[in-house]
């Protein structure tokens, strides 16, 4: 499932932020993570390097998770990707930085190269809001296709290691275009929705169904502030023209804007 754990590091990230990340993972079930930093000057730094991800292996060690510290040569868009494939990882987790218009579009950019060239499901780290901690109850949002592709995100949400007190399955879509069939369009939402649920092993105490006309980015942004949530989940679609459509429209503005963490997952992972 969501074991192991790929955790790429610039060293500009502080040690209590990578902390907090890896404790909000053990929630969704990570056991093991492998923290990688990409060196460019061709193994110059390798020694500095090394003790600097000793830094973060002692910040986080607490958390009785296993760890492991590697240094690669390489441009970061492909090597992250090898490493993840190489190493074993689960997922590969992102923290996020808040950036400006110019900088979010080139982060935007690197963030897309990366989905592109991997298979493994991303993780985009986000700090808690202290909203987001006052009731302690877990709480994620699903945005599903209805289309296919959701069989990846029920696993994960099946899994026990898996720890969400709650799961809100989320739909937006078009209105038909005249009453009988808009009436139909929604029986049909309803039941696909509570059929994922059950599949989940959620109740009505637990599993809750919405559906909306119009954006979906609109609906999880929504609904993510309002719960609040503490993790969305997007699914990614496989091919090109379905990545660029469902990842640039959708998944790539929601991980951005969202209120909280996004877990972006693939429609066939393996690992899953």
Known sequence: MLKKVLIPLNFHEKHAYVLEMCRFLTQIGTEHVLLLHIDSAQGRNRHRSQGRLDQYIEAIKGLGLGLEAKIRIGAVQMEIPKAAEEMGADFISIPFKKKNVLHRAIMGSRLKDLVRQTRHPIFVYKTQKPRQHADDIFRVAYAASLKGGDEQVISTLRSNDFQADQVYFL????????????????????????????????????????????????????????????????GKADSAIGMESVFGSTAESVSYDAPCSVLIIPKHEAGL
Do not use: W, Y
């Open 171 to 234: 739909h937006a879509g078009k209105r038909a275009p005249d009453p009988v069939a808009e009436q139909q369009r929604q029986e049909r939402v309803a039941t696909a929705l509570m059929a994922m649920k059950s599949k989940c092993g959620l109740t009505q105490d637990n599993g809750f169904c919405i559906s909306s006309l119009g954006s979906s980015r609109r609906l999880i942004l929504r609904t993510a502030r309002q719960l609040p949530a503490n993790l969305v989940l997007i």
